[in-house]
């Protein structure tokens, strides 16, 4: 009895990895549940008692990256500091846990099957999360200036999309041109993330050298 025990969570780790990478690879529905049990080195019936199906798979791995994204921004966004060091701080974080996470990032930006209202929801529940955050930290402090307000539900996807797109288009930009992904260090990437948002592509538009977002 001690030794299923014992075997459980390492099963279960072990589907759970498995499924990050062929879900990443292939896509989910790509996937298939035989193939997922057999790169695994599990029975079948393994993955549906820990679980339920495919999908309650797919929910485990979203809700196992999204907390520890809000985590973050929770965090880092909060707090002390103005605009710039408080967003520095967060965009730094967030891009070492998507570097870290890579395959979980891509699952949770790439599978949004829209025709799925019961992924559409659980994805959703999260995202208003991250809305919240913003629109607390960001979007009303900022807002309080006539003319420069920005809504969360705008800013959240912003932001997470701008830092997410060098490991999403990372290989295809290998493609382009060889050796692009490591052209630029995780450190400068950040830099040029919070530069971007704060003063744009063209620069500091005004005598106090940044613009504000």
């Not at 520890?68 to 701080?89: N, P």
């Not at 967030?94 to 949004?112: C, G, K, M, Q």
Request: charged fraction near 25%; include cysteine.
């Amino acid at each position: 009895m001690s030794d299923k025990k014992q075997q459980k969570p390492n099963s279960k780790e072990r589907i759970l990895r498995t499924a990050i990478s062929l879900f990443a690879r292939k896509g989910f529905a790509e996937t298939g549940m035989r193939e997922l049990a057999a790169e695994a080195e599990v029975n079948l019936s393994m993955v549906n008692y820990f679980f339920g199906s495919k999908k309650g798979l797919l929910k485990e791995i979203l809700d196992d990256f999204l907390s520890g994204y809000l985590a973050i921004a929770r965090e880092k966004l909060a707090g002390t500091g103005d605009l710039h060091s408080r967003l520095e701080r967060f965009i730094v974080s967030a891009v070492n846990y998507f570097e870290a996470e890579r395959d979980s990032l891509i699952i949770t930006i790439s599978e949004l099957p829209h025709d799925d209202p019961e992924i559409v929801e659980h994805k959703a529940s999260w995202a208003g999360q991250m809305v919240e955050i913003v629109n607390r930290e960001l979007c009303l402090p900022h807002g309080e200036k006539p003319g420069q307000n920005i809504p969360a539900t705008c800013l959240a996807p912003m932001l997470t999309s701008l830092m997410a797109s060098r490991f999403l288009f990372g290989p295809l930009m290998e493609e382009v041109k060889a050796g692009s992904s490591r052209a630029v260090s995780t450190e400068n990437y950040t830099k040029m993330l919070v530069g971007i948002l704060l003063q744009g592509i063209t620069g500091a538009d005004n005598k106090g050298g940044e613009r504000k977002i």
